[in-house]
């Protein structure tokens, strides 16, 4: 993977100019990726998530124009789009252009379209260095940066909150892609060297330090890539709901698995007949309640405990939401196994895509070294490895 140090913005000046013709009076805005440390499959239930912005993600240099045309250009990707304001619309070719295509139908209709008469064009040069597929949320960073430097270069005044639930929209609404508000929450919400703990049905949040002294914070991409995922998703979502409706019977006045405590579920569950959908709001409500001791752990500088609960969410991922997979299991039994793992766990849908692990600074070597050999015998996979930081979450850089 390129690291954020080996993007010269002279580079990314002349790729514009390249493409536009030329770089003057361009602005650049950045939106990280980010990771999920515990939570997981809570956020569309209205449950607690505790992601954290990393220090990779999307940069987007841009250049208002006053036609009312938008050109969107990729470093890294052949698709492009010209967009006029007045008709955008989704279209399968323009790939992921329709990411940033989708913030700009939001922010044209935002406010019953109050703002829509500022917004003249711009031309866009995109470069990102979040994997792809992996559940680090490329797609919630290429959108939280679209809709950042959308409304500053038109001067508009919509708050960061804001943002975060009209990309969400681009997302469920344009794209086509039912996803809840943690992602775009931690892109654009994400502060540096914290983690922040969601209430996702209230957005209620809290920032807590993220002090994981004497251990560092390793991502591990299985490279498997997430195939069947949205169908998947879609129907761990419906399975959920199904859960709900009867949960309701007995409790009519429950908003949401979110809402659920555990003292509460225990007298409930057998309202619901299914084993399976049982097993699914098991995990739900379980994970919630790992959320809050996790976060608690952490302000206490518990980080054995903390990992653990990393542990126990990751087995409550495979063994009841069965999101995991062969080689996201295959790296938590590999990984689990070092003596210098403090934690580990799936990350994001599942299904493929990352792992995230906290290491002892003394083994992250053998840590390295011994997932990538185990993981590679066992699945003839080799996995990427992304030592990282938490950072701050979406805004403009000087240039
Ligand atoms: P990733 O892995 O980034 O696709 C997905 C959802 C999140 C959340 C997690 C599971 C999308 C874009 N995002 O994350 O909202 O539900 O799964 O916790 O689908
Ligand atoms: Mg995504």
Known sequence: MTTVSDLDIRQ??????????????????????????????????????????????????????????????????????????????????????????????????????????????????????????????????????TALAFTAIAGLDIPMLELVKLSQRAENRFVGVNCGIMDQFAVGMGKREHAVMLKCDTLDYEYVPFRIEGCKLIITNTNKRRGLADSKYNERRQQCEDGLKWIKEKLPQLGSLGELSLAQWEEVRSAI???????????????????????????QGDLAAFGKLMNASHESLRDLYEVTGFELDTLYEVASAIEGCVGTRMTGAGFGGCNVSVVRDEAVDEFRRMVAERYTAKTGLVPSFYVCDIGDGAKELDI
Do not use: C
């Open 273 to 299: 007949p299914d084993e399976l959908i049982r097993a699914r709001v098991e995990h739900v409500v379980s994970e919630d309640a790992r959320v809050l001791e996790a976060k608690d752990r952490l302000e």
């Open 12 to 145: 990314l000046r002349a790729a514009f100019a390249e493409r536009f013709g030329d770089a003057e009076g361009v602005r650049l805005f950045f939106a990280p990726g980010r990771v999920n440390l515990i939570g997981e499959h809570t956020d569309y239930n209205g449950g607690l998530v505790f992601p954290a912005a990393l220090t990779f993600g999307t940069y987007a240099l841009v250049k208002p124009r006053t036609d009312g045309l938008y050109r969107f250009r990729s470093m890294q990707f052949e698709a492009q789009a010209d967009t006029p304001a007045a008709n955008v619309t989704f279209r399968k070719e323009d790939d992921w252009a329709n990411y940033p295509k989708g913030v700009l139908s939001e922010l044209l209709s935002y406010a019953d379209g109050a703002y829509a008469a500022k917004l003249q064009g711009a031309d866009v040069l995109y470069y990102g260095n979040v994997p792809n597929g992996a559940g680090l949320s490329s797609s919630a960073s290429i959108e939280m940066a």
